[in-house]
């Protein structure tokens, strides 16, 4: 059928940019969960991570995260970007980078940690 192998014509893209989006976001998780973790532990840490005092550290806990987030994945897309990376290893990364994201979010696991 005409037009159905259109692999002779577009070659296989790097997977590069999709992993880099898919670590960055596990990274922004457990990032968004530390700093959850440290504004909540540490009052000191709340106090700097308090950007709007209606919210209180919440503001700039998601903030910072977003940011961190964004960061990440602009870094890893320009390493990556036209590379392919190894699939089942960026992804057993971001899946224990997630795990642990939600552990520190787990209010039980997070009072055992703090000594509650």
């Not at 919440?58 to 990556?80: E, P």
């Amino acid at each position: 059928m005409a037009g159905s192998d259109t692999s002779s014509t577009i070659g296989e893209l790097p997977n590069g940019k999709g992993m880099a989006a898919i670590l960055a976001a596990a990274i922004g998780c457990v990032a968004l969960s530390v700093f959850a973790f440290l504004g909540d532990a540490v009052k000191s840490i709340g106090a700097i991570f308090s950007f709007y005092h209606p919210t209180g550290a919440l503001s700039g806990v998601t903030d910072t995260a977003i940011i961190v987030w964004l960061v990440s994945w602009y870094v890893l897309a320009k390493r990556w970007g036209k590379r392919d990376v190894a699939v089942g290893r960026v992804s057993i990364i971001a899946f224990m980078l997630l795990v642990a994201g939600l552990l520190l979010t787990f209010p039980p696991f997070m009072d055992l940690l703090q000594g509650k």
